[in-house]
């Protein structure tokens, strides 16, 4: 047995202003799980933090390459410059998706925020900093293990924001389609009040 529309619409009305927030503002529409926001402010502040190192990291790296360049072999030397260029392409485009995914809430982008930074950016950090034949300088050890901790955490950061958001999107889903199961059940009940009207 269901209950009466009124009823159900009264029940919706006491039940909203009774577990609403009452410190939000703006419409009623707006509010409920479909509309939680669920960007990582800790994520944010991270990508932040990023921009504003990754030019200190890339004239550090450059400066530090140069000073070494004399002394590495060859083929160190091409692997260096290429991994350094990839760092650097990589950097721009996983910045932009990790901005875009976390502030916008778009999972596809903060999917490739998050690929981008566990298997390219972090294994081609790591390779600059535990690779003996480089012969690392102080300083470099002392960059690339601050833009490790930047990427361990934007990887855990991005990992339980991507969770949350998928979860989300299924909440909304549902709940979308259990609104059309209503919307149907509503009018299947018109249909039959005018069937036996007829």
């Known amino acids: 047995m269901e209950l009466p529309d009124p009823v159900r619409q009264r029940l ?59 002394i590495l072999p060859d083929y160190y030397k091409f692997i260096v410059i290429t991994v350094i260029i990839l760092i650097t392409l990589i950097e721009a485009i996983r910045l932009y998706l990790g901005y875009v995914g976390n502030l916008q809430e778009k999972v596809p982008e903060l999917a490739g925020f998050w690929l981008l930074s566990l298997l390219l950016q972090l294994p081609l950090i790591l390779f600059l900093l535990f690779n003996e034949g480089l012969t690392n300088l102080p300083l470099e050890k002392a960059i690339h293990i601050i833009f490790t901790l930047f990427l361990a955490f934007q990887v855990v950061a991005a990992f339980l924001t991507l969770r949350k958001m998928v979860n989300q999107l299924a909440v909304r889903f549902h709940l979308q389609d259990f609104d059309r199961l209503s919307a149907n059940r509503g009018d299947m009940r018109r249909m039959r009040s005018c069937i036996e009207e007829i």
């Open 12 to 70: 919706g009305n006491f039940s909203r202003a009774v577990f609403s927030d009452s410190n939000r503002t703006g419409p009623e529409s707006n509010e409920g799980p479909e509309n939680e926001m669920v960007s990582s402010l800790a994520l944010q502040m991270s990508l932040y933090f990023n921009t504003y190192y990754f030019p200190l990291w890339w004239v550090s790296s450059i400066m530090m390459l140069h000073m070494k360049y004399s």
